[in-house]
């Protein structure tokens, strides 16, 4: 069962149970109208107008968490998403961009931050932050590849309801992680992919690396088939684009 806090106006629901994680029962939900200082991935940061949007966290402190598992939450989470929305929005066009982006009609949709929490060397819990464009219907220059589920669908979903959705496939989903392992959800992930098949352009610290998307490894870095054989690409230091744009 998962307590939601709905909060009026936050800096971000992640650093929000940061400050409650040690003494917060896991399970609990940050769910905000409005963050004044979303963050994103990469060190970027995340817009998060008032009522524009899902903008909520969640506090993991699963017993049987632990750093493999932890690693392992970006995908169960990026499942979670394409799942849910694919069924309150009617459409299978909704997919995954590797590692963790919902876009549709290759525009992403939503984004996910998960961070964890450590003393010393023992992980202690995890934060599942998810960002989901709902109703904005202009982004700023910058975000050309940004949209939202009503500028793709037409449709306005309320933000408490695709949240819970959201933790309905969340739950039964991080049970299967920590049960079988993520060769499931990553079996699962495969299908709903829009990465796996196409040619990609990643960046990181060791420079760019482009070639077809062949498969994922077992875990969740994506394997790259390049003229030089095949190239592996960790999660958490890589931005991956299509060769034409964001996720054609
Ligand atoms: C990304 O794609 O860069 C990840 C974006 C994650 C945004 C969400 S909104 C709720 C939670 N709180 C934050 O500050 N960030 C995440």
Request: aromatic fraction near 6%.
């Amino acid at each position: 069962m998962h307590e939601i806090v709905r909060l009026k106006t936050v800096g971000s629901t992640n650093e929000y149970l940061k400050s409650l994680a040690k003494t917060a029962r896991g399970g609990l939900v940050a769910l905000a109208e409005e963050q004044t200082g979303g963050k994103g991935r990469l060190g970027r940061s995340w817009l998060s107008l008032k009522g524009q949007g899902a903008w909520f966290s969640v506090l993991v402190k699963d017993g049987r968490l632990c750093a493999e598992n932890a690693a392992g939450l970006v995908f169960v989470c990026a499942l979670a998403c394409a799942k849910s929305l694919r069924r309150l929005c009617a459409s299978n066009d909704i997919l995954v961009k590797w590692p963790n982006d919902i876009v549709l009609h290759g525009k992403k949709l939503c984004g996910i931050l998960c961070e964890s929490g450590f003393d010393g060397e023992k992980l202690c819990y995890s934060i599942c932050g998810i960002g989901i464009n709902l109703l904005s219907e202009r982004f700023p220059g910058e975000l050309p590849w940004a949209t939202s589920v009503l500028a793709e669908t037409g449709l306005k979903l309320d933000p408490l309801s695709v949240t819970q959705a959201f933790l309905a496939e969340f739950d039964i989903l991080s049970e299967k992680l920590y049960n079988n392992g993520l060769a499931e959800i990553l079996d699962e992930l495969r299908p709903v992919s829009a990465t796996l098949g196409k040619t990609v352009c990643a960046s990181g610290p060791d420079g760019n690396v482009t070639g077809l998307a062949s498969d994922f490894a077992p875990d969740g870095a994506l394997l790259i088939k390049t003229c030089e054989g095949v190239r592996r690409v960790n999660v958490g230091d890589v931005s991956v684009r299509g060769v034409m744009g964001y996720a054609d």
